[in-house]
Nanobody
Framework: QVQLVESGGGLVQPGGSLRLSCAAS????????MVWYRQAPGKQRELVAT???????NYADSVKGRFTISRDNAKNTMYLQMNSLKPEDTAVYYC?????????WGQGTQVTVSS
């Protein structure tokens, strides 16, 4: 099985930046498409960004131009660099691994954007 642990969340002012990390263990990280999701209180879970095993990235329109997804296969880690943060970015952010045997999820990390 794959284990995923998110880190890097916290409280930041509007316009600020955070970098989230997702550390993976087990499985073969380098072959998985990896995904960041987020879920705000009272809202459905939203796909934020994806990155393929080859490093091809896609983004939700709401974060395009502000967020950057990346991965370091040597470190079994995926990142989400979040710039120009807005209050509407406030959510729990979850890491997901799309594997042959199904999806695996981290525990989530809270991001709060507030003045």
């Amino acid at each position: 099985q794959v284990q995923l642990v998110e880190s890097g969340g916290g409280l930041v002012q509007p316009g600020g930046s955070l970098r989230l990390s997702c550390a993976a263990s087990g499985g073969i990280f380098s072959i998985y498409t990896m995904v960041w999701y987020r879920q705000a209180p009272g809202k459905q879970r939203e796909l934020v960004a994806t990155i393929t095993s080859g490093g091809s990235a896609n983004y939700a329109d709401s974060v395009k131009g502000r967020f950057t997804i990346s991965r370091d296969n040597a470190k079994n880690t995926m990142y989400l660099q979040m710039n120009s943060l807005k209050p509407e970015d406030t959510a729990v952010y979850y890491c997901n691994a799309d594997t042959k045997r199904g999806d695996y999820w981290g525990q989530g990390t809270q991001v709060t954007v507030s003045s």
